[in-house]
């Protein structure tokens, strides 16, 4: 049975005596939103908070969102989708890039090509939203993206496409790691939470991500060059709900609940995203972080250096599409 509110559970837990036959004690629903980013990351002002207070307003109080931020569920960023089905949170974030086996057609956003700006990459989303939201076994609340990958390295200026040779690359998903690779660079993935520490130590040579990720991982300390593109697009996010709660709710519940997570909850995510990462390039500016930006015939040069392997993945098959046909949904010009 789907929980009616977390209190419910702790009051269960705790061995509270309920009586027997009496109905709620109160009409109001709280509903759990769980997350693994810290409390004062860009999405709790520019989404999460907002989300909770449009919910509020709609119902009158009746329904609310309480956060729990910084992994207080799990602290697990891959876990969130199992936390949110296991009924551990009502509301969860995650990020389909590392369990992309699990969401193959959402990861597809990252594809060289796509798009390279937040908004930009978030509106290819919403045109294939009928598609990539059958990939989740939940309500989706909300589908955005961040901007394109910049990359940061330590010791090594990447002007060219000979300087990626032989560097140890982060990246934020799988996908990415034949493009890396077709660079001439070694890609690995690893938890954002350990990042600046492998660049301190030179576990890594430099790190594929989002602007957004020097505010949240304080790259612009183990950082000294930043070259500003890379063959490669935004990573996706998408905020779920435990289908089973939302299947609950009263249909005047429901309706709050989709009026609250309308096209506007997506783009205030890529909007936040779109401010840490400006946030994010000025931050490495003051640290001193020179940055590289590639000429256009240098840009040309990494495109062709990936382009076979780029060709070769549009046949893979994801699910009951090609990679090519979910593509084509997120632009139908192409």
């Known amino acids: 049975m789907a929980r009616r509110s977390i209190h419910g559970l702790l009051a269960l837990a705790a061995g509270l005596p309920l009586a027997a036959g009496c109905g709620p004690a109160s009409e109001t629903r709280e509903l759990s939103l769980a997350h693994f980013l810290p409390a004062d990351h860009v999405l709790t002002d520019g989404m999460f908070t907002p989300l909770s207070q449009k919910l509020e307003e709609l119902s009158g109080g009746r329904l609310t969102v309480r956060q729990f931020p910084a992994g207080a569920l799990n602290s697990s960023a891959p876990a969130q989708y199992s936390i949110l089905l296991g009924g551990v949170a009502d509301i969860a974030l995650v990020i389909p890039a590392y369990t992309a086996d699990v969401f193959p057609k959402t990861d597809l956003i990252a594809y060289p090509g796509i798009c390279k700006t937040a908004a930009e990459c978030t509106e290819a989303m919403r045109r294939a939203s009928s598609v990539l939201e059958s990939e989740y076994e939940a309500k989706v609340l909300g589908l955005w993206a961040n901007d394109a990958p910049v990359l940061l390295t330590r010791d090594t200026p990447v002007r060219t496409l000979e300087d990626m040779r032989g560097l140890k ?22 938890p954002g939470t350990v990042v600046h520490q492998s660049l301190t130590t030179g576990v890594i040579d430099g790190v594929a991500m989002s602007p957004s990720g020097i505010v949240a991982f304080q790259l612009q300390e183990p950082t000294d060059y930043l070259t500003t593109w890379l063959p490669a697009s935004g990573l996706p996010f998408v905020l779920l709900m435990n289908q089973g709660v939302y ?8 309706g709050w609940i989709d009026e609250a997570a309308d096209a506007a909850l997506s783009l205030a995510g890529a909007a936040s995203y779109a401010r840490a990462g400006a946030e994010g390039l000025r931050m490495a500016r003051e640290a001193g972080v020179e940055f590289i930006d590639l000429p256009e015939s240098e840009k040309r040069r990494f495109e062709e250096a990936i382009a076979t392997v780029r060709e070769a993945g549009l046949a893979r098959r994801v699910g009951d599409m090609t990679v090519a046909e979910v593509i084509r949904l997120f632009d139908p010009a192409r």
Do not use: H, K
């Open 247 to 254: 299947d609950a709710l009263s249909p005047e519940e429901q």
């Open 169 to 190: 690359i982060r990246v934020s998903t799988r996908s990415a790691i034949p493009f890396i690779e077709a660079l001439g660079a070694s890609a690995v993935m690893q």
